[in-house]
């Protein structure tokens, strides 16, 4: 029989959260100069040259997977390894912060996101590059993995049986998975590539295939988690019905399975009904029970989660849309950008500067309104861009090509307005030192 480890000592507690706030923050740090550099700007670049040329055809594919690489794994993946790091330490079993584990991590993800960049930008030496990318990412995400998996919460020493895993941790506990098998996957996919392909660009099928495990698979059940465990205390909502949770997220990873085989209508269908169920298991549009804890934020912050659901429904329409008419990859574009967009970026600047600011040494964020003002430019952005890229590309209205690139430039106006509010957020001082000074 095994006994619990006892509680470690005040002064080993204050010592791992320290050392977790400033790992945590290393990883937000660094997710933040891969949204605004490789991801953000290079993406405005690229869609200026595509509305120049009004074609696809003007930008080479591995310098349109750079862009997106750089955006979901560089800047949400990024942010994900490192809120996975900080709830290390808050398990009961966890004696030690694992320092040396974590920084090595966030040196081998942060290293390979940026090499996987560089090959898919300037093809310099991209088949070396390309698989040192892949195996990098795969070796820093492992690291995490075994960190996750030595230090488990305490079993309860009382007689009462032990409770079952909530959902919302089954479902974060599937898209941590589902990382696990994308970087597996992405490592062979890239390894062949330098071995046996002519350009650093992965097969456009098999990209897009990558593309849709990567949101579905990782991203979309990830937020849907962490969703059921903080939107009923930030938010005020009924708390999620674990069941239909579930049920979502199942028939998001049987869409992501389809999405491999030629049943691709089948896969669209199967996200709609998953992003229906998503809804009504979280309770997102219904009354709210609570008035929501908008303290030290803007107080629309209920009304804009609720807006990234919008663009969730959006997103699978605008796919079914495109499985059945879509010619030039107007409507595919506009679907993945609602999804990405509208729905994941817009869900982190909405939660993030409810919670970053408190992991990185509860902090107090820098300004409200600078959170309001980047969302309503999200937003914007967002819809501009889901409402042209259609028209453009599809040649329902010339014209859309002059305006794509407004689009382009009001994201990356609210991407700098978030990154530069969680900068100056990380420049202060802890909110316990402000107020100790001016008390």
């Known amino acids: 029989m095994t006994h619990p480890s006892p509680p470690p000592a005040p002064d ?26 490789p991801g ?7 869609l200026i040259g595509i509305s120049s040329a009004h074609s696809l055809t003007s930008i080479t594919p591995a310098s349109l997977q750079a862009h997106g690489h750089a955006q979901v794994f560089g800047w949400v993946g990024s942010f994900i390894l490192g809120i996975g790091f900080y709830s290390l330490t808050k398990m009961q079993t966890l004696r030690r912060f694992p320092i040396r584990s974590g920084w090595t991590s966030w040196a081998a993800w942060t290293l390979g996101v940026l090499l996987r960049w560089i090959a898919g930008i300037t093809a310099w030496h991209w088949r070396t ?7 990098l990412e795969l070796a820093g995400f492992l690291l995490f993995w075994r960190a996750v998996r030595r ?20 479902a974060v506990l599937l898209g941590t998975f589902a990382l696990l098998l994308v970087l597996i996957l992405q490592c062979f996919v890239l390894i062949h590539a330098a071995l046996a392909d002519s350009s650093p660009a992965v097969p456009h099928v098999l990209d897009q295939q990558l593309v849709v495990f990567a949101a ?61 169920l998503a809804i009504l298991a979280l309770h997102i549009w219904e009354p709210a029970l609570r008035p929501a804890k908008t303290e030290n934020i803007h107080r629309s912050f209920r009304f804009f989660l609720r807006l990234c659901y919008v663009w969730l429904v959006v997103s699978c329409l605008l796919n079914l849309w495109a ?24 869900m982190i600047l909405t939660i993030g500067p409810r919670i970053l600011p408190a992991f990185c040494g509860m902090r107090t964020l820098h300004r409200p309104s600078w959170m309001a003002v980047s969302l309503v430019l999200l937003h914007a952005g967002c819809a501009l861009r889901v409402t042209l ?18 689009s382009a430039f009001v994201e990356l106006s609210a991407v ?15 909110a316990h030192i402000t107020h100790a000074r001016t008390a």
Request: proline fraction near 7%; aromatic fraction near 12%.
């Open 323 to 346: 499985v059945i008419g879509d010619h030039n990859g107007g409507f595919w574009g506009a679907s993945r950008h609602a999804l990405t967009v509208g729905f994941v970026a817009g």
């Open 129 to 135: 590059l390309l698989p040192a990318a892949g195996i």
């Open 216 to 276: 579905w698979g990782v991203l979309v059940p990830t937020i849907w988690g962490f969703n059921a465990r903080w939107l009923p205390i930030f938010a005020g909502l009924r708390d999620p019905d674990s069941k239909t949770l579930l049920a979502a997220c199942l028939l998001a990873a049987l869409g992501v399975v389809a999405a491999f085989t030629p049943w691709l209508t089948f896969s669209a269908a199967l996200f709609l009904v998953a992003a229906t």
């Open 151 to 170: 230090h488990r919460p305490a079993q309860s020493t009382t007689s009462t049986p032990a409770t079952s895993t909530p959902a919302w941790m089954l």
């Open 389 to 406: 890229e259609p028209l453009a590309y599809e040649g329902l209205w010339h014209a859309a090509w002059k305006l794509l690139p407004v």
């Open 12 to 37: 080993d507690t204050r010592a791992l959260e320290s050392a977790s706030q400033r790992l945590v923050t290393a990883f937000i740090a660094t997710g933040l100069l891969f949204l605004l550099l």
């Open 416 to 430: 700098v307005a978030f990154a530069a509010n969680l900068f100056a957020t990380l420049l202060q001082p802890p």
């Open 40 to 46: 953000t700007f290079l993406g405005v670049w690229n």
